[in-house]
């Protein structure tokens, strides 16, 4: 089946990546919104549409990923398949934020702890994809704005636990 994905990106030994690791406490320093990844196997090096924001090439844009699980952690979203309530939703939003400039002040207050003023419409990668999933009703109790990769990483994998019976108290079935 063919669902969207989220795909956290493990800390490299790149200087940003590890510096966005440890100042937002976790392994994670990018997250992509994955269209059409076939759950729940995927071979190494297949390729898959992702869409996010990327400062460097300073904005939001769609990109071909290359699947390696030394290099990504999935959390697959199953109830958003092909066809699906919520799955055009999240496409649609995806395909109306792209082309928006990269928030780098968000991310200069991440690095050094300021607050600058914020443009509207530059996006950073954890809110690109929370605002696509908030298109599907997931995770609007958040504001994007606050969400890093960890914890967009931790809420997703949550809700994925939760959903598939295989954490928590509610016996869902």
């Excluded at 298109?135 to 939760?162: N, Q």
Aim: aromatic letters at 12%; glycine letters at 8%.
């Amino acid at each position: 089946m063919k669902c969207i994905e989220l795909w956290f990106k493990k800390r490299t030994t790149q200087w940003l990546d590890r510096l966005i690791s440890f100042r937002t406490l976790s392994p994670y320093s990018h997250v992509e919104l994955v269209l059409g990844a076939t759950a729940p196997e995927l071979e190494l090096g297949s390729n898959f549409t992702g869409f996010s924001a990327d400062g460097s090439v300073g904005g939001t844009r769609p990109t071909v990923l290359h699947w390696d699980p030394n290099k990504w952690e999935r959390v697959i979203f199953r109830e958003l398949v092909i066809g699906a309530p919520g799955y055009i939703e999240v496409l649609e939003t995806a395909e109306e934020l792209l082309y928006r400039p990269y928030d780098y002040f968000n991310l200069k207050d991440l690095l050094v702890g300021k607050t600058p003023p914020k443009d509207p419409y530059a996006l950073q990668c954890a809110e690109f994809c929370t605002y696509c999933l908030q298109s599907a009703g997931i995770f609007t109790f958040v504001h994007p704005g606050t969400v890093t990769p960890g914890s967009l990483y931790l809420m997703s994998k949550a809700r994925e636990e939760v959903i598939n019976g295989t954490k928590g108290n509610l016996p869902i079935k």
